[in-house]
T-cell receptor, first 112, second 109 residues
Framework: ETGVTQTPRHLVMGMTNKKSLKCEQHLGHNAMYWYKQSAKKPLELMFV???????ENNSVPSRFSPECPNSSHLFLHLHTLQPEDSALYLCASSRTQGQPQHFGDGTRLSIL | GEDVEQSLFLSVREGDSSVINCTYTDSSSTYLYWYKQEPGAGLQLLTYIFSNMDMKQDQRLTVLLNKKDKHLSLRIADTQTGDSAIYFCAEKVREIPTFGRGTSLIVHP
């Protein structure tokens, strides 16, 4: 039990599809994060939410759209993705921004 | 160069000690972390050290921090096959963690 749950674990989609990744934590944490993990690259921070407000957006293309409806849930809405977007997408949470993070097991995304 | 650098691979024999090294660039780092990632899973926080400490020990894990050289290491004593994983070093600067590329630790009998 990691405390951070991501669904789905695997997703295959075409470039014209629209899908969403979901992340849920019941640790009482106030900060949540989306990361992209690609082979042979450092972990890339995409978005940071603190107390349900977006505080960081690291030049992520607009085809990725995050949503944080409450402190326990985080979504990443996907549309018109490119093959280079295939990667493992990891969600994490922390008590407050900058504190040690707890990660989910990720969603393995493949773009056809 | 990258903000946090690690060697990509380390191979050790079961029972030996493993030492994974990391260098970072920002002297204003307040925390430095070690995470472990097993196949098919997310990152698991192993341990962390405040920048005003130079050593932290937690069972088989020993973290050493050399602030002058901006060098962090993780020593795993009596390495077991279950320790085979990717180990990530990360620094926290201005509330944002920055990760290295990870070191793949391979433990062989």
């Amino acid at each position: 039990e990691t405390g951070v749950t991501q669904t789905p674990r695997h997703l295959v989609m075409g470039m014209t599809n629209k899908k969403s990744l979901k992340c849920e934590q019941h640790l009482g944490h106030n900060a949540m994060y989306w990361y992209k993990q690609s082979a042979k690259k450092p972990l890339e921070l995409m978005f940071v939410y603190s107390l349900e407000e977006r505080v960081e957006n690291n030049s992520v293309p607009s085809r990725f759209s995050p949503e944080c409806p409450n402190s326990s849930h985080l979504f990443l809405h996907l549309h018109t993705l490119q093959p280079e977007d295939s990667a493992l997408y990891l969600c994490a949470s922390s008590r407050t921004q900058g504190q040690p993070q707890h990660f989910g097991d990720g969603t393995r995304l493949s773009i056809l | 160069g990258e903000d946090v650098e690690q060697s990509l691979f380390l191979s050790v024999r079961e029972g030996d000690s493993s030492v994974i090294n990391c260098t970072y660039t920002d002297s204003s780092s307040t925390y430095l972390y070690w995470y472990k990632q097993e196949p098919g899973a997310g990152l698991q926080l192993l341990t962390y050290i405040f920048s005003n400490m130079d050593m932290k020990q937690d069972q088989r894990l020993t973290v050493l921090l050399n602030k002058k050289d901006k060098h962090l290491s993780l020593r795993i004593a009596d390495t077991q096959t279950g320790d085979s994983a990717i180990y990530f070093c990360a620094e926290k600067v201005r509330e944002i963690p920055t990760f290295g590329r990870g070191t793949s630790l391979i433990v062989h009998p």
